[in-house]
């Protein structure tokens, strides 16, 4: 059937054009879609990778500028490796990601990969906290498709920036039925990490995320995709953890431990409103006497406490130098303070501050 404008009547002429102006709006995701590609939606929230600063030479920028359509379309052949869908789920830097923002991707990821017609998801994300929203994924979405996440160092304008390779071995990845069932990974610098295991190393360079413990996944090189292990812990459709209409998560605050760190933090950080505390302890998560014994206290009163260590790499040993059954608290094993605090806000919210020590000794292990 052909459709003459000019002899329509007003109101379905400008119902037209609005249509027609819709679908302009979305055809840059929505191009020949290519069946024998898989589909993947990009889930952007922002980060040096969209990120843009006066000088290609200079440090200075700001994170989250470049929107995601833009991103994608700087990405030559980006598109031959899957039929991508872009959503602007948020725009800021990482140091500025929080709870609400995990919870609305969780269950948008979760929304997505339900249906049929989507194979994967590739999140752009800030550096500075890309390892605790993946761990935060790694807990709460419910699928075996692949959920990757790719950051950079250097912002799109920067000479040598790294974003566009690292998106471009996102998208490959993301398409890569070796992905199933490997839980949340992150994708930078050619390398393709666990959410369990990976950790920001380094403050500037390119090289900066490591999984020190456990190694690499595997690699991803110019799109050419090889695993080599698998992740460690519990992650995705064998967690416990479920946030599907969760609005906000209980409250649990970090001690950074030091010589002479104050006393008072502790019940400080409860009487603000924290129902969990988690100490970067030094050492094998150790802290200064007169904590361990507000430890004490407070976790006599139910609130726990979690044993983590301000150093990068090794396990918090239960019973280590801290006796934690003298201190009531737990200890973290190979979780970082961020990412123990994950677990204790999802556990906290699962199961309250009833929960014993026992369980959430556990879960720590286990995640
Ligand atoms: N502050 C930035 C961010 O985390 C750093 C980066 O992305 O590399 O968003």
């Not at 790719?150 to 000479?159: G, Q, T």
């Not at 006796?323 to 994950?342: F, H, M, Y």
Request: charged fraction near 20%.
């Amino acid at each position: 059937m052909i459709l003459n404008i000019n002899t329509m009547r007003k109101e379905n002429r400008i119902s037209i054009l609005l249509i027609a102006m819709l679908l302009v709006a979305i055809v840059p995701f929505s191009t020949a879609q290519d069946k024998k590609l898989p589909n993947i939606v990009v889930l952007a929230t922002g980060g040096t990778i969209a990120g843009s600063g006066a000088s290609a030479t200079g440090s200075s920028y700001t994170a989250g500028k470049v929107r995601i359509g833009e991103m994608i379309d700087a990405v030559p052949n980006i598109r031959k490796l899957a039929n991508l869908t872009g959503e602007q789920t948020a725009n800021v830097g990482s140091q500025d990601m929080n709870v609400k923002v995990w919870l609305i991707l969780a269950n948008r990821i979760n929304e997505l990969l339900a249906k049929d017609d989507v194979d994967g998801i590739v999140i752009t994300h800030g550096t500075d906290t890309q390892e605790e929203t993946a761990f935060f994924l790694n807990l709460t979405v419910k699928s075996d498709k692949p959920v990757v996440m790719v950051s950079a160092m250097r912002s799109a304008s920067a000479l040598s920036a790294d974003g566009p390779l690292n998106l471009y071995n996102g998208v490959a990845v993301a398409a890569s039925p070796e992905s199933k069932g490997k839980g949340v990974v992150v994708v930078i610098n050619d390398v393709i990490l666990s959410a369990h295991s990976v950790k920001k190393m380094l403050t500037t360079p390119v090289h900066a995320f490591q999984a020190p413990e456990h190694g690499q996944l595997g690699t991803a090189n110019f799109g050419q995709v090889e695993y080599f292990h698998n992740p460690h812990g519990l992650h995705t459709t064998q967690s416990e953890f479920s946030v599907e209409g969760v609005k906000e998560l209980p409250r649990v605050d970090i001690i950074y431990g030091c010589a002479d760190v104050s006393t008072d933090l502790m019940e400080l950080m409860i009487k603000a409103g924290a129902k969990g505390i988690v100490i970067a302890g030094v050492g094998d998560g150790n802290i200064n006497t007169g904590t361990l014994e507000a430890a004490k206290r407070v976790t006599a009163k139910g609130t726990h406490v979690v044993r983590a260590s301000r150093i990068p790499i090794g396990q918090v040993l239960i019973h280590g130098e801290v006796v934690d059954t003298k201190w009531g608290t737990v200890a973290s094993d190979e979780l970082s303070p961020q990412k123990a605090r994950i677990v204790l806000m999802l556990a906290l919210q699962k199961y309250g501050n009833k929960m014993s020590r026992e369980k959430l000794q556990e879960l720590l292990i286990n995640y």
